[in-house]
């Protein structure tokens, strides 16, 4: 199938080369004209495991790619995604739908005879009602038909989790395009995805639903930890005793920082947005939102009392500051809070993350980055364990310190505290 792909973010690249992979023709377009010539040169904006040899395989194949023309590329294609930003708004909680929406306007005076249009962004519930009001504008309903089919995509494992998806949504309330849609899919429902139709808006609405409740199990074993570190009990035996009850399952079940990324806090905050406009009050989830928020704050608490409170002038080490493992996604990482709230407080901040520098820290004051684990480690009072790369879970600790011995803060429990302690390190974590 002729497919395009409007928005080269996350979503759409990612999707985008996948569909390819699956030999289908793909054009990605983005206006963003470095973005684009980036990529047809085989440079990747976004750090995605396996990710560029998946582009560069098929751009030489000429299964994908790349353009600026979205008139043009509309035109050519038989399904159109769109796969731009549905960021929170810079004044509220709610969705900003201004890039679907200006968009949808240019797509709907560029088709030229029947075209799927496929909302892929994370969009409240009735955004395809109002773009199908766009498109009658200056379209016969019969020329066009409005799906939303969300992503489920993690970062750090999304091509797998787009090749081998736990489901495929497909919204709609036209018989031919869901038809179309799922003969696309086709090959990955035969490896055994299930494969979900229901109207377009139970499909905008079980993205957000679905983040929403992996939020809240973060949230709760996170608030379960707080209550183990008070009582002296092992956070892991919980998160493990619970796991084990098939109804609840162990995955999202690990204590530690708060949950960041680009999906979490504003759909969150997008879900209660829009149970306050249907006069519903989501009050659980505007309870994970608030004690979300809190557990930054919470464990740089932490951090001054492991220090005794004498922050000024210590070398404080960040081991990852991403906001997972995987992945040089920085948004809401708990490390945006705590690394200038440190330095404020007169501490020397070097990190390490696998993914390099971070110009998010650039303008703060004593903020280093480290090219090594080894040299972010030389001098350091305090080591943090803030992101669970693999890279960080084998350290042999003792071999790397020179001189006095630090103090390890594990935010992950990645490491057997038994082991730590035995030698010689003081060691503190999470629950």
Same mark, same amino acid.
């Given at each position: ?13 990612? $999707? ?13 377009? &983005? ?19 396996? /990710? ?8 030489? =194949? ?13 035109? *050519? ?24 929406? =200006? ?50 995509? %993690? ?30 899919? @086709? ?35 996170? *608030?379960?930890?707080? /209550? ?33 990324? @680009? ?17 519903? =009050? ?9 004690? =979300? ?8 608490? %932490?951090?001054?009392?492991?220090? +005794?409170?004498?922050?000024? +002038? ?51 004051? +004593?903020?280093? +980055? ?6 972010? /480690?030389?001098? $350091? &009072? ?50």
């Amino acid at each position: 199938m002729k497919l395009c792909m409007i928005g080269t973010g996350y979503v759409g690249l990612v $999707s985008g080369v996948c569909f390819a992979d699956l030999g289908n023709d793909v054009i990605c377009v &983005d206006k963003n004209i470095d973005k684009i010539n980036n990529l047809s040169n085989g440079k990747i904006p976004i750090y995605e495991p396996g /990710l560029s040899e998946l582009v560069i395989k098929n751009f030489k =194949n000429k299964k994908l790619k790349f353009s600026t023309n979205l008139k043009k590329s509309v035109k *050519e294609s038989d399904i159109i995604f769109i796969c731009v930003g549905t960021p929170t708004k810079k004044d509220g909680s709610s969705a900003d739908l201004s890039q679907i929406f =200006n968009v949808s306007k240019e797509i709907s005076s560029s088709i030229n005879k029947f075209k799927i249009i496929v909302t892929k962004s994370t969009v409240p519930v009735t955004t395809g009602d109002q773009i199908e009001k766009i498109f009658l504008k200056k379209n016969n309903r019969k020329n066009f038909a409005i799906i939303s089919n969300p992503e489920f995509l %993690r970062e750090g494992e999304a091509i797998r989790d787009f090749i081998y998806p736990d489901r495929i949504v497909v919204g709609s309330n036209d018989k031919r395009s869901s038809r179309i849609l799922k003969n696309l899919y @086709s090959p990955l429902i035969s490896k055994g995805a299930s494969y979900l139709h229901t109207s377009r808006r139970a499909a905008e609405l079980i993205k957000y639903a679905s983040n929403s409740f992996l939020a809240t199990k973060i949230t709760f074993i996170n *608030e379960m930890a707080n /209550l183990c570190e008070k009582i002296g009990v092992n956070i892991e035996d919980i998160s493990i005793g619970m796991g084990l009850d098939k109804r609840i399952g162990s995955r999202f079940l690990r204590a530690g920082p708060a949950y960041g990324g @680009s999906c979490f806090p504003k759909d969150t905050k997008a879900i209660t947005s829009t149970a306050d406009k249907f006069k519903t =009050n989501l009050s659980v989830v505007k309870s994970v939102i608030k004690s =979300n928020e809190n557990r930054s704050t919470l464990l740089l608490n %932490r951090v001054y009392e492991i220090l +005794n409170k004498k922050i000024k +002038n210590k070398t404080i080490t960040f081991l990852g500051v991403t906001f997972k493992a995987n992945t040089d996604d920085m948004r809401d990482s708990s490390s945006l809070k705590m690394i200038p709230a440190l330095s404020k407080k007169g501490a020397k901040i070097k990190y390490f993350d696998p993914t390099g520098y971070k110009k998010e820290f650039s303008k703060i004051k +004593n903020v280093f +980055n480290s090219l090594s684990i080894k040299d972010s /480690l030389q001098g $350091s &009072d305090l080591v943090i364990i803030h992101t669970e790369w693999n890279d960080f879970k084998s350290i042999n600790f003792k071999s790397l310190y020179k001189g006095k011995k630090f103090i390890i803060y594990d935010m992950r429990n990645i490491y057997s505290p038994k082991k730590i302690k035995e030698q010689g390190f003081r060691y503190y974590s999470i629950g």
